[in-house]
T-cell receptor, first 113, second 115 residues
């Protein structure tokens, strides 16, 4: 069974631009979560989608948004990029009715210049 | 709300030495507990998990962890470290029962292995 895939793996943007990251979960997984990982703040939860609905949300500004499609693929969008948005963005999928073990993708490394 | 503390930011061990990474959690009942490992530039991989039952849990890559309710701890151990074990290790806690919750992750412990 293929793992969680994320595209692109690396991205360089400038301040003020917007960016869209994509995540394809493991087949059969309907829950997709997004995390931001930085050296200073560690792993921070952004939001979780289940059946195309945002079910949980972390403490991030409205510039961070996401969505999930009917095939469970998910995208997250960051508008008006700031230098502090530079991070590794991780996507994780899970079977929400089980033990909620998170299966992580390799991440997208976003650099904002 | 649950929380996780990994007291050690960095740990350095020699190859072949034993390893113990500490994890303390805060939660009213016995939560689900996880240990993940992250190699540079990669996502997180699950090493092991605890839900209930035997308090000593065996995982992949020769790792084990022991749940101690009285100490609210879930420490990760390995009897003999290999150079390839150098990575970031994360402890996570989640409410029992599954469903619509998100695990809370610790800040991580960076393991450095000296030859």
């Amino acid at each position: 069974k293929a793992g969680v895939t994320q595209t692109p793996r690396y991205l360089i943007k400038t301040r003020g631009q917007q960016v869209t990251l994509s995540c394809s979960p493991i087949s059969g997984h309907r829950s997709v979560s997004w995390y931001q990982q930085t050296p200073g703040q560690g792993l921070q939860f952004l939001f979780e989608y289940f059946s195309e609905t945002q079910r949980n949300k972390g403490n991030f500004p409205g510039r961070f948004s996401g969505r999930q499609f009917s095939n469970s693929r998910s995208e997250m969008n960051v508008s008006t990029l700031e230098l502090g948005d530079s991070a590794l963005y991780l996507c994780a999928s899970s079977v929400p009715t089980g033990d909620n073990e998170q299966f992580f993708g390799p991440g997208t490394r976003l650099t904002v210049l | 709300a649950q929380s996780v503390t990994q007291p050690d930011i960095h740990i350095t061990v020699s190859e072949g030495a034993s390893l113990e990474l500490r994890c303390n959690y805060s939660y009213g009942a016995t939560p689900y507990l996880f240990w993940y490992v992250q190699s540079p530039g990669q996502g997180l991989q699950l090493l092991l998990k605890y839900f209930s039952g035997d308090t000593l849990v065996q995982g992949i890559k020769g790792f084990e962890a022991e749940f101690k309710r009285s100490q609210s701890s879930f420490n990760l151990r390995k009897p003999s470290v290999h150079w390839s074990d150098a990575a970031e290790y994360f402890c996570a806690v989640a409410p029992p029962g599954g469903g619509s919750y998100i695990p809370t992750f610790g800040r991580g412990t960076s393991l450095i292995v000296h030859p």
